[in-house]
């Protein structure tokens, strides 16, 4: 990439259905537009591979979308620090190259929520969303007997999408109650109605699997790799024998980039006005940094964000009623789901609770705080820089586990002193 | 897109359909161990979308290589436990 191509208008970080909208809405509003993404697909973690397979539905609709803009896209590049005000840096195989912006939208994404358990490290024990991800690569679940257990409507999307992929399913176990979850289902016809005909369809889907509320996974057994999980609700205790158990207790908003730009975060998401601005002026957020609502609210948020970025703010307005809809269904969500009190402790002294430096409970414990606890401990401080246990020791000891400092992903060798402008790339 | 790549696996030969990651080829060749934690404990993939780096393995001599984040390509080889 020459330098001239290396400025844009609007920059978009990010090219899941949010990124998507925001880079079609800003490339068709006439605005030099670059859109990127870590990963060598485009679609973020519900759509991905479905490029190549011709894709279907939404995912069809909007990839062809961006496709008919004249939007620049940069796959496997990934954003890693902010050297100076309006440029970006980031990795790619080529090498690490700058990026020089005018208005900014982040559109990351989010993380699974992963709770500690005994034996949750244990390989065969895989992210609820995690394994749907990785099924979309290509990861076998043929004759596989498999245990869900965690909490959200993403266990249903994913029982069904196991089972299509030859697995067996053998229980899904949510560990929010069911009054909770009949509450929801009433409100559904009114927040989001197309979700009904969607829940209906996983109904038929899952025919003859066992959905239970109010039940989860206490610990997971084997020697080298997963053997079984013993689960609990309010009248039992017993053990399933399993291939995989896939958990996860709904999903976190990915942050490090808001922070690192100093955008305002208030109660573990993104702050942003209705136009999806943030409290930096030019930088705008979309999808799940800013509250977690699925599909469709990362869609509309997007497109809010490609028209302000490109100061159409009638055009963003008019999106306004769906874009409320769209928050009034997170809400009903996070009660539906709030986690119970018994999920977030299940982990015993010995369970490892950051599992880049093999860290337990008890090690942790004799800390106040995050940071004290990551100075002795190294809690934290491994490859994921605190993206799974940061989340698990907010909820257990409600430490603020916020970590922000640049490269937000560990970087190559050379990334961060290397790019002299104009240099970058070039040699390779 | 029936295209087929091979590469290795620990000195093995595996052959999978184009589009797969190296994740699932290593799932595919039966291996469940992918790293070892640094107090020596099995570890496979957690996260798949490139956050936990459980999935670690070293690609064509590179080590640290998350596996869930890279598509395979001809004649790539892989090695599990570092
Ligand atoms: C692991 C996982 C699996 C999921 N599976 C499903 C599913 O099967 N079905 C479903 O309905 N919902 C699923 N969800 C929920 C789904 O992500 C949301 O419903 C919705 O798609 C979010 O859209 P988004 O655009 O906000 O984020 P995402 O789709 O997450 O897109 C964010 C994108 O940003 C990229 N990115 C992040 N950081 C950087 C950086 N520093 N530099 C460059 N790029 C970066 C990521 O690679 C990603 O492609 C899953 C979520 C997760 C975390
Ligand atoms: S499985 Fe988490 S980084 Fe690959």
Same mark, same amino acid.
């Given at each position: ?28 509003? *006439? ?11 485009? *679609? ?25 803009? @004249? ?57 609820? !969303? ?21 909490? !959200? ?14 697995? @067996? ?193 008890? @090690? ?65 | ?12 030969? +595996?052959? +999978? ?39 670690? +393995? ?19 080889? +892989?090695?599990?436990?570092?």
């Amino acid at each position: 990439m020459s330098d001239a191509n290396s400025r844009f208008e609007v920059v978009v970080v990010g090219a899941g259905p949010a990124g998507l909208a925001a880079a079609a809405a800003a490339a068709e509003s *006439g605005r030099r537009t670059l859109v990127l993404d870590a990963t060598p697909w485009l *679609g973020g973690q519900i759509w991905r591979g479905r490029e190549a397979k011709g894709g279907s539905g939404s995912a069809k609709r909007w990839l062809a979308r961006l496709q008919a803009t @004249d939007a620049v896209v940069a796959r496997q590049t990934t954003v890693v620090a902010a050297p100076r005000p309006g440029v970006l840096l980031a990795e790619s195989p080529e090498g690490p190259r700058e990026i020089g912006w005018e208005t900014l939208i982040l559109t990351i994404g989010a993380r699974e929520l992963f709770l500690p358990f005994p034996g949750w490290t244990l390989p065969g024990v895989v992210g609820i !969303g995690g394994l749907q991800v990785l099924v979309k690569g290509g990861w076998p679940l043929d004759g596989k007997r498999i245990v869900i257990a965690g909490s !959200g409507p993403l266990l249903f999307a994913a029982g069904a999408e196991y089972r299509a992929a030859g697995a @067996d399913v053998v229980l899904i176990a949510e560990q929010t109650d069911l009054g909770k979850l009949a509450r929801f289902g009433l409100s559904l016809p009114r927040l989001a109605p197309r979700k009904i005909t969607q829940a209906a369809q996983y109904q038929a889907s899952l025919l003859g699997v066992p959905y239970r509320p109010g039940c989860w996974a206490v610990s997971a057994q084997g020697a080298d790799r997963l053997e079984g999980v013993t689960l609990r609700s309010s009248r039992r205790t017993w053990t399933e024998r399993c291939d995989v158990l896939a958990t996860g207790f709904g999903f976190l908003p990915n942050l490090e980039l808001p922070r690192l730009f100093g955008c305002r975060t208030a109660n573990g998401a993104a702050v942003v006005d209705d136009r999806q601005e943030s409290s930096q002026a030019g930088i705008f957020i979309a999808g799940e940094p800013t509250g977690i609502g699925g599909e469709g609210r990362a869609l509309v948020e997007g497109l809010i964000a490609g028209f302000s970025a490109a100061g159409r703010l009638e055009r963003a307005g008019r999106l306004e009623k769906k874009r409320r809809r769209a928050m009034a269904f997170s809400r009903a969500m996070d009660r539906a789901f709030a986690l119970r009190e018994e999920v977030r402790n299940l982990a015993s002294p010995e369970t490892l609770i950051c599992r880049c430096e093999d860290v337990a409970r008890r @090690d942790l414990e004799k800390f106040g705080d995050w940071r004290a606890a990551k100075l002795h401990t190294r809690c934290g401080m491994g490859p994921c820089q605190g993206r799974i246990c940061g989340g698990a020791v907010e909820k257990l000891y409600g430490w603020d586990a916020a970590s922000n400092r640049p490269p937000v992903f560990p970087v190559q060798i050379g990334t961060l002193r290397d790019p002299e402008p104009g240099s970058r790339g070039a040699s390779k | 897109m029936a295209e087929i790549v091979s590469l290795t696996i620990n000195g093995r030969p +595996v052959r +999978v359909p184009s589009g797969t990651v190296v994740a699932a080829a290593l799932a595919l060749a039966g291996e469940s161990r992918f790293r070892r934690s640094v107090a020596g404990h099995p570890r496979g993939p957690l996260c798949g979308m490139g956050v936990c780096f459980e999935c670690s +393995v070293t690609i064509d001599g590179r080590p640290h290589c998350r596996s869930c984040q890279t598509l395979c390509a001809e004649g790539m080889e +892989v090695r599990t436990d570092e």
